[in-house]
């Protein structure tokens, strides 16, 4: 499948849509990034039959989106994380699938590919109690941290996460050193430790899968297998990589975000996903 990149400019975004709308009949998918891209070039029918567009990021996806749907273009959708958009009941937009749970990482790890994953991550075959177990335990770790991203992102982004490691912080026991984390979000920030540490450790109705941001579980599990190996840690980009890989059509099928784009084919008459 063909891969099309782009300024992060929506307009020029929209005129290659329309260009290919021009010379071809089949789906035309928009997706935030180049690893989206990747995976998605895996389970969607191949170029010319299908188009994959990145836009280098959620905002350009949007835009172009709206340019798109208002000049009459057909056969166009996006593919986007949910990102904390559904706890905050931001409107859909038409056209445009979140993926299941927060984003893809999150959506992965919630698939039967885990597994896999698990395996090849943690070099051992682990019975399946043992890899819930495990997965139970960071995500609720990670969840920890969504909370507090949530809370950051509701008070004009106080808190700075770019350069967060959240891996960096589970001792040798796998235990999640969350007050060394706080300390480090709140460092020069001049804001109450204490308040933080309680909205991070105070309980929600938000499912964990919800709230829980895709690389601060990656950077987790990078750690947390790093210790179990007893070897150094892969980098949250490679496990990321391998989470896509692991990723299969029929862990695909699985979703809710599969079911959507099926639907989505029956209303559009035009054919995204194999049927095998």
């Known amino acids: ?139 609720s770790y990670a969840a920890t941290i969504g909370k507090m991203r949530l809370w950051s992102l509701q008070n004009g982004g106080k808190l700075g996460f770019k350069t967060l490691d959240a891996g960096g912080y589970i001792e040798q026991d796998g235990t999640f050193n969350l007050e060394s984390c706080i300390g480090t979000l709140t460092a020069t920030k001049g804001l109450d430790v204490n308040a933080l540490l309680s909205i991070a450790t105070t309980s929600t109705e938000s499912p964990e899968t919800e709230i829980s941001c895709g690389h601060d579980l990656t950077s987790l599990l990078d750690s947390d297998a790093s210790i179990r190996r007893r070897s150094q840690t892969l980098g949250r980009d490679v496990i990321e990589k391998m989470l896509r890989l692991s990723f299969d059509a029929q862990a695909f099928s699985t979703t809710n975000v599969y079911s959507t784009l099926r639907s989505w084919e029956k209303q559009e008459q035009l054919k995204l996903i194999p049927d095998n």
């Open 1 to 139: 499948m063909a891969l099309q990149q782009h300024q992060s400019n929506p307009v020029r975004i929209a005129n290659e849509v329309g260009m290919l709308r021009s010379g071809t009949s089949g789906p035309i998918v928009l997706v935030e990034g180049a690893t989206d891209t990747r995976l998605f070039r895996r389970l969607f029918i191949p170029s010319p039959r299908a188009r994959v567009i990145h836009c280098k990021g959620k905002s350009n996806l949007l835009a172009a989106i709206g340019m798109v749907t208002s000049r009459g273009i057909t056969g166009v959708l996006g593919i986007c994380d949910a990102d904390f958009d559904r706890l905050l009941g931001v409107p859909a937009v038409k056209n445009v699938f979140a993926v299941d749970h927060h984003d893809t990482e999150i959506m992965i790890s919630a698939s039967p590919a885990f597994s896999h994953f698990y395996a090849e991550l943690y070099e051992r075959e682990a019975d399946e109690r043992e890899m819930r177990r495990t997965r139970e335990r960071l995500l």
